[in-house]
Nanobody
Framework: QVQLVESGGDSVQAGGSLRLSCAAF???????????MAWFRQVPGKEREGVAF???????SYADSVKNRFTISQDNNKVNLYLQMNSLKPEDTGMYYC?????????????????WGQGTQVTVSS
């Protein structure tokens, strides 16, 4: 499986914007085989939450809490995954992880992701 490395997390005031990046490393065929990629976030005391998903056809889905504020995208070769976060709120604070998987359907919260990054911290102050 591929190795994923997130970057771009930072401390920002409410209303600000951040763009998170996730770089995929591995053999070309491993990256090419990815079907679904996503961004998750987690805060202490709460379970990990899927916030944005994108499949190999470019179909996206979002958690209700981030719709109209976050945009997930990826390079054509799937080497890089992005999460553009606008109008940030304090409740967006958390550790953000990117994930990737190979199963060929159902790119959503129940998807069997196989590769995970180490996470990048996003802190939004009021």
């Amino acid at each position: 499986q591929v190795q994923l490395v997130e970057s771009g997390g930072d401390s920002v005031q409410a209303g600000g914007s951040l763009r998170l990046s996730c770089a995929a490393f591995g053999h070309t065929y491993s990256i090419y085989s990815i079907y679904c990629m996503a961004w998750f976030r987690q805060v202490p005391g709460k379970e990990r939450e899927g916030v944005a998903f994108i499949d190999r056809y470019g179909t996206t889905s979002y958690a209700d809490s981030v719709k109209n504020r976050f945009t997930i995208s990826q390079d054509n070769n799937k080497v890089n995954l992005y999460l553009q976060m606008n109008s940030l709120k304090p409740e967006d604070t958390g550790m953000y992880y990117c994930a990737a998987g190979y199963s060929g359907s159902g790119c959503h919260h129940d998807y069997p992701f196989r590769a995970w990054g180490q996470g990048t911290q996003v802190t939004v102050s009021s």
